[in-house]
């Protein structure tokens, strides 16, 4: 209940002209980054930092918030009638919103992707209030112990992934980049780990040299 308050809040302090009309620009603004293949929703909010530095904290966050927002959504545009995601999230819109583009129904799934959007931000705006403390909570209970059992979890589940009736190559796989993401000096003491007195491998191995 003190996330809902805590939305109830907020709604209730940006109801104002100023505040409307950063929500108003920065959407806008945030639906043609998104439409533009290349430039990402993170790529927006990054170029709009700059402009937001000396602003209020409470303001800043509203437009950077609307700017990531409206990037996500209008990245579902280019999708639907290029076959181009706008952003990394609307891949699977392309899937399903071109075909129906090529069939006369692009009017119908730019509607969809709307009423999707909109739908789904409110839900998942109610569902982290009220659902975030208790995760919060969760979370910080989570010690050595835990994080080694979830990590050996994600690997078996990576393992099941790549192939049900062969699951070895996975788990191998995954099992070798464990043991490549212990190269390094470890992130919160600093203990160097099988870097063998190289400075080179002190920084570790970054995750495009391994994939490559």
Known sequence: MDGLISIATSVGAIL??????????????GIVVGMLPGLTATLGVALLTTLTF????????????????GAIY???RSAILLNIPGTPANAA????????????KAGSAMAIATTGSVFGGFVGMIALAVIAPVLAEFALSFGAFEFFWLAVFGVL?????TSLDDPIKGWIAGFLGLFIATIGQEGIYAIPRFSYGSTNLSGGIGLLPAMV
Do not use: E, N
């Not at 000396?54 to 927002?69: E, F, G, N, P, W």
């Not at 589940?157 to 992934?161: A, D, K, M, N, T």
């Open 16 to 29: 104002t002209s100023w505040s409307a009309l950063d929500v108003v620009w920065a959407t806008l603004l």
């Open 93 to 104: 819109t392309a899937l399903d919103g071109f075909p129906l583009a090529r069939s006369g």
């Open 157 to 161: 589940v990576s393992g099941q992934l």
């Open 74 to 76: 209008g990245g579902s």
């Open 54 to 69: 000396k602003m209020d904290a409470d303001q800043a966050i509203l437009i950077l918030i609307c700017m990531y927002v």
